[in-house]
């Protein structure tokens, strides 16, 4: 299923885009692995020669049939501005560097670099930021269990370019597992990797607690968060 959405994707893509679409890039979660791929996780990155408004309109109803199917938003740039990107988004090019697959076009992340002072950066500024989010989404489920579990689901999920990010921050091996990088994180950090085992539970349904189980997964969850904004805050 995967496989024939993203043909019917590039495919109308071409056919509206024509010659000014440079490349289609699956990139993230959905190359590391190739089962239990939730629609969300299916990365894209779409490079144009050009993108006025009109180009725009040309691929508008290839994003809304994709956007209908629960899949995120292309990224969407010209080849040049994502090249010159790296500086302020370097988290998401280091994910496009690790693991991604070209689907159509140029492969040019053979000419992207990532430097690791812009990295901390980024990974200070995203931290403090889920932070804020999270406790926000916290009060607007205003105690439901049911709303609170799909937070904490969607957070580690939405969290996992940032772990591996920083793991290379902190001198990881690009190729690390899921396993090797909490052991990394571990090491330098020092926090409770059982927290996050428990949340992925939740998204298999393997893990069923009540809401105040739930709350207090929060609160230990939010712990951790904190423990690393402090750490590259001071590093």
Known sequence: MKKESLEAFVEKLKATAGENLKAVILYGAAC???????????????LFNELKSTHLDQIQGAIKNWRKKSHPLPKIFTVERFLQSSDIFPI???DVLEHHEVLFGEDVTERLEVSKD???LQLETEFKGKLL????????????????????????????????????????NKDSSDEEILSVLNEKISFETGVLSSISQLRSGSLKPNKEELKKLFDQYLGILEQISDFIDQH
């Open 118 to 120: 812009n990295l901390r």
């Open 133 to 172: 989010q999270l406790r926000e989404a916290y009060l607007s489920v205003e105690g439901n269990a049911k709303g609170l579990g799909r937070i904490l689901d969607y957070s580690v999920v939405s969290m996992e370019p940032l772990f591996r990010a920083l793991n290379l921050l902190l001198g990881g």
């Open 92 to 94: 998401e090019c280091i």
């Open 32 to 46: 590391r692995r190739s089962d239990n791929v939730r629609p969300e996780e299916l990365q894209l990155l779409v």
